[in-house]
């Protein structure tokens, strides 16, 4: 997930969306204030992800896409609507279900530890996690705790 960058992020939907700059991305994704907030992004490499997921439910865009540059095989949806519409969905081997509750329980401890992780460490820290737990138990706390400092 390292190789996720907020520059290549902003270029792609400056793409499809026929904008010339960043402050322009910022406003379309509903920065409070646009030219400040995509500066502060690309500094901190750091997207807020609320914001991008509102935007590609709201305008039926691909994630997967924006964030990763990829499309979807012939047949199959990557948008966040029809992702979320499947309650158990497999996509790309990843039980999307599965691994919201672990991004839950992630953001959740890192609050409690007054951790303030950027998005793009924090869904590391839970793809981690989600490759050392299996579906039928809780993670190990301890675990959790590691990632989470280890992450911060």
């Keep these: 997930m390292s190789d996720l960058k907020v520059e290549d992020i902003l270029h792609r939907i400056k ?6 700059y960043d402050k322009d991305v910022a406003a379309l994704l509903g920065a409070k204030n646009p030219t400040r907030d995509a500066a502060n992004w690309k500094s901190r490499e750091s997207i807020p ?3 991008l997921v509102d935007y590609c439910r709201e ?13 979807a095989e012939p047949g199959q ?12 969905a497999q996509y790309n081997g990843i039980d999307l279900t599965f691994f919201n509750h672990l991004l839950k329980l992630m953001t959740e401890q890192a609050e409690a530890r007054n951790l303030d992780l950027p998005p793009l460490k924090l869904l590391e820290a839970t793809a981690l996690l989600y490759h050392q737990t299996t579906r039928d ?15 911060g």
């Design 15 to 20: 793409k499809e969306a026929g904008l010339m």
């Design 49 to 51: 992800w609320d914001l």
């Design 59 to 71: 305008h039926d865009k691909s994630l997967d896409h924006l964030v990763l540059g990829r499309y």
């Design 77 to 88: 949806s990557t948008t966040v609507q029809s992702v979320n519409e499947q309650s158990t």
């Design 137 to 151: 138990a809780e993670p190990d706390m301890q675990l959790v705790g590691g990632l989470l400092e280890l992450t």
